[in-house]
């Protein structure tokens, strides 16, 4: 029901926007989150968005680089990755987060994860 997409090789310092969109229902009503999973590690939290989009948070080693926004009439979630660099490699992950039990950064609280898209920074 989330299909990420927007992935791909892109040199250091490049950008790139991913997207996740919802097909079978509605999350207008949800919050959402992306999180990525480099090779051979854990999935980690990079940024979480309210229903509404005016609430954001990002994991503190992003700020800056990267914003999350979504697009609720068009059922779509984004992140805009800028000054890409090679320990952004992962595969990247939204979710929509249905529980409220614990933090925003915590993967338990999501649900409806995407497929991923792979990002590869490299020269």
């Known amino acids: 029901q989330l299909q990420a997409s927007g992935g791909g090789l892109v040199q250091p310092g490049g950008s790139l926007r991913l997207s996740c969109a919802a097909s079978?229902?509605?999350?207008?009503?949800?919050?959402m989150g992306w999180f990525r999973q480099a090779p051979g590690k854990e999935r980690e939290f990079v940024a979480h968005?309210?229903?509404?989009?005016?609430?954001?948070y990002y994991a503190d080693s992003l700020k800056g680089r990267f914003t999350i926004s979504r697009d609720n009439a068009k059922n779509t979630m984004y992140l805009q990755m800028n000054s890409l660099k090679p320990e952004d490699t992962a595969v990247y992950y939204c979710?929509?987060?249905?529980?409220?039990?614990?933090?925003?950064?915590?993967?338990?609280?999501?649900?409806?994860w995407g497929q991923g898209t792979v990002v590869t920074v490299s020269s």
């Open positions: 979710a929509v987060r249905l529980g409220y039990s614990g933090s925003y950064y915590d993967a338990l609280q999501y649900a409806y």
């Open positions: 968005i309210s229903f509404s989009g005016r609430s954001t």
């Open positions: 079978g229902r509605t999350f207008s009503n949800y919050a």
